[in-house]
């Protein structure tokens, strides 16, 4: 038994959009949240990120646009730890496979593993220059 959960909380849920506009206009209009950077592969906006507030955030990227679109809406879960280097022991100990450790374009540590069911799972580990505590309205130039 871990005497202290391994994550914090949720830190964000990836989320694809059909159209990027209408569903930023939705979550500004009727939620009253505006993006707190956008996702650019070049000069192409692909997707961005919106800030619901106590380091919670959702992560949407434009259908067509991820790696990751295997699935339909819900991409995945990410999880906020303080420790991705103890989380990620921990997990290989019980025999889960689990990526190494890199840093995002966003400048947080990251890990990937998935559940039995075969959900994905991110591990977030913030660092001071994580885009997601920087000014508002900044663009997170994409790699990938």
């Not at 849920?13 to 993006?35: H, K, M, N, Q, W």
């Not at 990227?61 to 879960?77: A, C, L, P, V, W």
Request: charged share 25%; net charge negative; aromatic share 14%.
């Amino acid at each position: 038994m871990v005497s202290q959960p391994l994550v914090k909380q949720v830190a964000h849920t990836c989320i694809f959009a059909r159209d990027l506009d209408a569903v930023e206009a939705f979550y500004r209009d009727v939620l009253g949240v505006s993006p707190k950077f956008d996702f650019r592969r070049g000069d192409d906006r692909i997707g961005f990120y919106l800030d619901f507030g106590n380091r919670t955030f959702v992560e949407v990227f434009k259908k067509g646009e991820s790696r990751f679109e295997e699935t339909n809406q819900i991409n995945h879960i990410c999880f906020e730890t303080d420790d991705i280097d103890g989380f990620m022991a921990n997990a290989k100990a019980k025999g889960v496979s689990v990526t190494d450790k890199k840093l995002g374009v966003d400048h947080t540590w990251q890990c990937w593993l998935a559940d039995p069911s075969g959900v994905k799972l991110e591990i977030f580990q913030y660092t001071p220059e994580s885009m997601q505590f920087g000014p508002d309205g900044t663009v997170c130039q994409v790699d990938w």
